[in-house]
């Protein structure tokens, strides 16, 4: 299930918001000038996906310029889980929209914008839109399961510019209820 937490940038412990609601979720998310939605999931073969939504994937490359889409997938027995997982803990940006729909599993993208943390467990079915320039990290977990299509403007282009800001290492890190103890 989707979930939206909000912290003081400076109170890691003390979540001002705490909610599951999709609404709320895209409200608080839309005052940032983040774009969250909830999409059905539908049922197709694994090299189908694209297809299944290609309705939706349209309509989000005529809207935001993506150029291209493609599918992204993790699961605990990647044998380069870790190091991928750390990639992206820290505080980072893009030049470009980071757009992902996940269609299995769960991620977690925290964002950092108005001296807030507005921690986002992106499930099935959730799309998020962060906008390029846009403060956050990004947590697959300890045992990552997850698959997701990404849409971009220039996928050789996509690269993060870590920001040097300890904050992400304050914040609590994503672990999974399917995660392995």
């Not at 929209?97 to 959730?126: K, N, P, S, W």
Request: glycine share 8%; charged share 25%.
């Amino acid at each position: 299930m989707s979930r939206l937490r909000i912290y003081a940038e400076d109170a890691p412990d003390i979540a001002l918001t705490d909610t599951s609601d999709a609404g709320e979720i895209a409200a608080a998310l839309a005052d940032i000038g983040v774009h969250f939605e909830r999409w059905p999931l539908r049922a197709a073969a694994a090299g189908d996906m694209l297809a299944a939504y290609a309705p939706e994937i349209a309509a989000l490359k005529a809207k935001g310029g993506y150029q291209s889409v493609d599918i992204v997938a993790m699961t605990p027995d990647h044998p380069e889980r870790q190091a991928l997982r750390t990639k992206f803990l820290d505080e980072h940006t893009h030049a470009e929209d980071e757009v992902r729909f996940f269609i299995d599993g769960e991620g977690l993208f925290t964002l950092h914008a108005g001296g807030r943390v507005f921690d986002t467990l992106c499930t099935a079915g959730d799309l998020i839109s962060v906008p390029a320039g846009m403060k956050h990290w990004f947590d697959m977990g300890p045992a990552p399961r997850f698959a997701a299509i990404r849409l971009f403007v220039n996928p050789d282009g996509w690269v993060a510019q870590f920001t040097g800001d300890p904050i992400a290492r304050r914040f609590p890190r994503h672990e999974p209820a399917h995660a392995p103890a």
